[in-house]
């Protein structure tokens, strides 16, 4: 039986140790992170190469993905890039905040990640977002999801559902990981 590891893809700038994807690194002894080469000045081409040489390095294994933020799109993209050539079991992705580049005013320091991606990705996959996140429209989030062929989750008014958001430990988050690794 295939081992399972978790790939944890931040967004923009990392996400510090506090955050829920941080405290999942340690929380879980499968979760392995997907160290960019360049958290501040983020380019589709280089984020997306990387997160294929992860997913080869683990293709032996079951692999859960869970991104936030701009690390959802660069899944999506990776889906269409790089999914119908790679043997890896990608058995589900957890896609938390999906940040609209295509709506979302980012800074030119962020480049590549337009279009967002809006085309169904490959495994099994949820999304989960916020009634007022400032990176997604509930509108948006959902032809998101749709497109993606995902299961949307609304948590309700929290924010970008980062530390600056309150969310260091997520239990209800960690509920969604247990339901793509089952």
């Known amino acids: ?103 979302v005013d980012f800074p030119k320091e962020v480049e590549g990640f337009q279009p967002m991606p809006l085309k169904p990705v490959t495994c099994k996959t949820i999304v989960v977002t916020s009634e007022n996140d400032q990176y997604v429209t509930m509108d948006r989030a959902r032809l998101i999801a749709n497109s993606w062929k995902a299961k949307l989750i609304n948590i309700g008014p929290h924010g970008h559902i980062n530390v600056e958001a309150g969310f260091g430990e997520w239990l209800e988050g960690e509920r969604l990981l247990q339901e793509l690794m089952e």
């Not at 340690?26 to 997913?55: G, R």
């Not at 992705?93 to 709506?103: E, G, K, N, Q, R």
């Open 1 to 103: 039986m295939k081992q399972t590891v978790i790939l944890i893809l931040p967004g923009w700038k990392d996400s510090a140790a506090e955050h829920w994807q941080g405290i999942w690194l340690k929380k879980y002894p499968n979760a392995v992170k997907v160290q960019q080469e360049d958290w501040m000045f983020p380019k589709k081409s280089a984020w997306v190469k990387t997160l294929n040489e992860y997913i080869e390095k683990y293709k032996k294994h079951n692999i859960i993905f869970v991104g936030h933020s701009l690390a959802c799109a660069t899944f999506a993209y990776w889906s269409t890039e790089y999914s119908a050539s790679s043997s890896a079991t990608i058995k589900g992705a957890l896609l938390v905040c999906p940040s609209d580049m295509d709506i």
